[in-house]
């Protein structure tokens, strides 16, 4: 995905340092450089980082915590849609902020694709409102602008940073690996993220995060979570509220 959003079947991106030096085909690539590593991206579709406009890392430690009392953005995003399409009928850049991560929502920035295509088609009652391409853009090239930064992230382009991401497509619900911008939009998750590159740097290969010890910060936020809402007498709200099975509302309180 270049500034003409070009896509190639069989690329190379070949990178020096911190930087993107060049992308074409894997021919031609292997004709110009050789290389000290190579990256396998066989059955990957290889696309710059998604951007999140907005969220809460501290957040992720209370998900679900209070998510059946009063969440007022929340319930603004059940009950109204933003005015994002006038935005970018109006030329506006328009970005992808998932508010993550408390009490509903994820850092997932393909999932909130998604839901940004579903809101706005749902609320215009409309399929052809906000196309995949457009929400592609938006965590991406868009979302690089929208931040002053498109001269250094949003697409794979000479000169960029290298901040890539491999999306996995041979998987269950990825096959068939055909239409990948499609793929991408509508069926792929996190978790289809197989490797990570910032600055040129390899921060997770073939999901094994290389930056931190993955277990250790896990069994830390577990840990410093539970502490937390015992500090904060909040131990109640994990529980199972009245209502939730069997019922097609909630009971007011
Ligand atoms: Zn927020």
Redesign the pocket.
Known sequence: MDSTRRVLEDGTVAIQGDRIIAVGSAREMAARFTSRETINAHRKVVMPGLIDG???AGHGLVKTLGMDTDDP?AVAAMRERFTLVELLEAGATVML?S?GVAPDRSYDMFRHMFQAMRYHRTAFRDPSVLPAGKVLEMVTIDAARALGMERDVGSLEPGKKADIILVDLFRPHMVPMNMPLYRVAYFANGNDVSTVLVNGRVLMRDRQVLSVNEEDVLNFAQREAEAAIMRAGLAKLKETPEGFWGRSWLPKR
Do not use: A, E, R
């Open positions: 907005h969220g809460h953005s902020g508010d």
